[in-house]
Nanobody, 114 residues
Framework: QVQLVESGGGLVQAGGSLRLSCAASGTIFSIDAMGWYRQAPGKQRELVAT???????NYADSVKGRFTISRGNAKNTVYLQMNSLKPEDTAVYYCNALLGFVYWGQGTQVTVSS
């Protein structure tokens, strides 16, 4: 069993920054990829950014140039540095990890005020 725990969400003014963290624990041999998704009220969950075990990153067009995804040295952690936040970035942010199956965290709320 694998558990993902996110942290770092909160309330920030437009133009501000937040850093999300996600740590995976449990029976882990290797993680193929990790990523961040978000879901705003009334909308479907959407991809924000993903990163492979080799460090190859992929971003949604809406966050390119503002968000940066990275892996920790232990490779079972992933971070999302969010800069120049906009009100439309407000959502619950979910971490996921691909280890054969896809595992999800419980989500962390990010609220950007205008």
């Amino acid at each position: 069993q694998v558990q993902l725990v996110e942290s770092g969400g909160g309330l920030v003014q437009a133009g501000g920054s937040l850093r999300l963290s996600c740590a995976a624990s449990g029976t882990i041999f290797s993680i193929d990829a990790m990523g961040w998704y978000r879901q705003a009220p009334g909308k479907q969950r959407e991809l924000v950014a993903t990163i492979t075990s080799r460090g190859s990153a992929n971003y949604a067009d809406s966050v390119k140039g503002r968000f940066t995804i990275s892996r920790g040295n232990a490779k079972n952690t992933v971070y999302l540095q969010m800069n120049s936040l906009k009100p439309e970035d407000t959502a619950v942010y979910y971490c996921n990890a691909l280890l054969g199956f896809v595992y999800w965290g419980q989500g962390t709320q990010v609220t950007v005020s205008s």
